[in-house]
Structure formats: C-alpha cells, structure tokens
C-alpha cells in the first residue's frame, strides 16, 4: 500500500462542476502540501497545510489530522484548471507524493 | 521569485551512454532533490543534497549518481543509460526545514533508445 493515496485517479468535469480531490496518507507527517502539474512539467506549489483549511481564490483545501485525509476542491471550475493534482506530505526532511490526479475541465 | 532551471527539456541518449542532467537554482537553498516521474508512479526520489558535497540516497537510486559541488547547482549523472530510465526527470529546491515548499524546475524528459 502506497504512503499516499489519492482519489479518483482521473477526473473529467463540465466548466462550473464543484470539483474535490482526496488525499489519505498513513505516516505521520508535519506538512501536507498540494501541487499543480500542467502540461510541459512545470510543478507549482498551491497549498502547505499542517491543520484546519486554506482558500486561495476558488481553491479550497483542507485537511483532517486525526482522519489522515486531505481534500482539495475547486469551485466553478474552468477548462485552465485542466492539470494533475499531486498531494505529498513532509514526512523527516523529504516530501512523499501521491500519483496525483489528472483533471480535464471541459467547455 | 525562485528559479530553478534545467539544462534540457528533452534529451534523447542511446543505451550505454553517460548522461549528465544538471539542475541550478538561484535562491540560495540549502536543500535541493532529484526525482524522476512515471505515469501511475507518480514522484519518486532518487537522491537528495542538504549541502555542498553533502547527499542522501533517496527511494530509488541505483543507476544513478549525484554531484553537489556548488550550493547553487546539482548534477545527476546516469553511468550508463537503460532503456528502463526513460522517464521525467524533475529537480527542485527548498531552505533546510526539507517539509517547506519545494520549487520545482520545468523537467527533463529523457528518453533512452
């Protein structure tokens, strides 16, 4: 079983659908962090959680420690936000990483 | 805001062939990673460096070496190439805390015929 476990492993929303991705992890950990990967690459970091929730624009995560498990929402979504959706915890010094979720938003 | 860069984008060897990717960040970071990522795998960490000629093995790092010999520039270096490294090599960087956010370069895409 993998550290980290991300659902559903791929995604395809209408533009506007409320859109949540899971994260459950079974190490302890002092960080959890989602990532952004478009197409090309490039990996942009969108949320550091250690408790309780953050926004940034119409991105909502969250996390439940005593549950393990993180969510990642996205309200009235957009076909830019079509991308993979990584999850990894700070576990020591190093990350772990979830095998990420790839979304497509439709038109 | 932090760069990372990498030398390549995409990089095409032939098996047997030694191949240097090189990775430089421009934040003055102590910490910086090697990871590579496949399709259903997702990142996995292949070596890491928390200092100058400092480095730790990561998950997965048989077939590959690391050079840190300044603190703004980490090398990979596959000795000899496999078929079975063709991948998405990323690098990226972080201050010491190592769980802090991780800023990553755009990636290699290697592929070894």
């Known amino acids: 079983k993998n550290e980290v476990e991300q659902s559903p492993q791929n995604l395809t929303a209408q533009e506007g659908e409320f859109i949540t991705i899971n994260c459950s992890y079974s190490?302890?950990?002092?960080?959890l962090h989602w990532l952004q990967q478009h197409p090309g690459g490039g990996i942009v970091s969108l949320f550091m959680l250690s408790s309780g929730k953050k926004k940034h624009g119409r991105l909502i995560a969250t996390i439940n420690i005593q549950e393990k498990h993180s969510s990642l929402h996205i309200t009235a979504s957009h076909p830019r936000d079509s991308a993979v959706y990584i999850c990894?915890?700070?576990?020591?010094?190093?990350?772990?990483f979830g095998a990420g979720t790839i979304l497509r938003v439709k038109s | 805001d932090v760069k990372v860069t990498q030398s390549s984008r995409y990089l095409v060897k032939r098996t047997g062939e030694k191949v240097f990717l090189e990775c430089v960040q421009d934040?003055?970071?102590?910490?910086m990673f090697w990871y590579r990522q496949d399709p259903g795998l997702g990142l996995r960490l292949i070596y890491f460096?928390?200092?100058?000629?400092?480095?730790e093995k990561g998950d997965i790092p048989e077939g590959y070496s690391v050079s840190r010999e300044k603190k703004e520039r980490f090398s990979l270096i596959l000795e000899s190439a496999s078929t079975n490294q063709t991948s998405m090599y990323l690098c990226?960087?972080?201050?010491?805390?190592?769980?802090?956010?991780?800023?990553f370069g755009p990636g290699t895409r290697l592929t070894v015929l």
């Open positions: 990894a915890v700070g576990s020591g010094n190093k990350l772990v």
């Open positions: 934040m003055d970071h102590e910490n």
């Open positions: 190490v302890g950990i002092s960080a």
């Open positions: 990226a960087s972080s201050v010491p805390t190592g769980t802090d956010t991780q800023y």
């Open positions: 460096s928390y200092d100058v000629k400092m480095k």
